[in-house]
């Protein structure tokens, strides 16, 4: 046999050349490669670490509120959301709050995107979807809808930074609805007073 005979060669050539006898010239290779692996293997670089899973694009950090002072509502709109640039901001009792922060919720296709870029009172005192309460009349409301709306801006007021006002373009009758003509007039004089630039007052020394 081929193999038979071939093996008988080798293990004479071993002992010819080696001295030792199969067995033991087989373990000494045997120990020698166990002693490289180990031996080796101290000194080799570690494996490369597996692949990291692909990550997110890291969200850019959020540019701080910039305060805007009064808005009128039909500017607040452009702060819905539409436009990715700008703040979403939105309104409670008239203060308008930055909730870029919240964009899940306010953003497009968010649960609440539809109170973004407007004075959503009504809507959160009554707890309604409806296009109809999404604004900031808060006439006629109950007692426990004006006490949600007040939990709400102290939510908002602790999580969001206020950045401006709503400047109430709107006729007064729409604003002061719900209130009594001789009140409304009580309430909305001094408004409009305070709002109105004091006229400029001669100064004595002007005159002759
Ligand atoms: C089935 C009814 C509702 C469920 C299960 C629900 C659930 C939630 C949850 C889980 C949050 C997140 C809270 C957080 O992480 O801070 C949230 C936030 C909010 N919910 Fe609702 N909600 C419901 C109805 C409403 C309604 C009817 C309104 C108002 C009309 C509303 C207005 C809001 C607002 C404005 C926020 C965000 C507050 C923030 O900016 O932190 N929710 N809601």
Redesign the pocket.
């Known amino acids: 046999m081929a193999v038979a005979e071939l093996w008988e060669t080798l293990k004479q050539a071993i002992v010819a050349y080696t001295g030792l006898s199969p067995a033991a010239f087989f373990t000494a290779v045997a120990v020698a490669a166990a002693l490289y692996h180990v031996v080796s293997g101290l000194f080799a670089a570690p494996p490369p670490p597996p692949p990291r899973p692909r990550e997110e694009p890291e969200a850019e950090p959020l540019p701080p509120p910039v305060q805007m002072g009064e808005v009128s509502e039909e500017e607040l709109r452009q702060y819905d959301g539409s436009d990715p640039k700008k703040p979403l901001l939105m309104a409670i009792k008239g203060q308008i709050y930055d909730?870029t922060q919240?964009r899940m919720?306010?953003g497009p296709g968010g649960?609440?995107a539809l109170?973004a870029g407007k004075d959503?009172s009504r809507?959160?005192a009554k707890?309604?979807?409806e296009p109809q309460d999404l604004n900031g009349d808060i006439s006629g409301l109950t007692p426990m809808e004006l006490g949600s709306l007040n939990d709400?801006e102290y939510?908002?007021t602790s999580?969001?930074v206020k950045v401006g006002t709503i400047r109430r373009a709107a006729p007064a009758e729409e604003v002061y609805g719900s209130i009594s003509p001789e009140i409304r007039e009580e309430v909305t004089v001094p408004v409009v007073e305070a709002e109105r630039e004091p006229e400029p007052k001669p100064h004595d020394d002007d005159t002759p």
């Open positions: 909730v919240s919720f306010y649960a609440y109170f959503a809507a959160l707890m309604s979807f709400w939510k908002f999580k969001y």
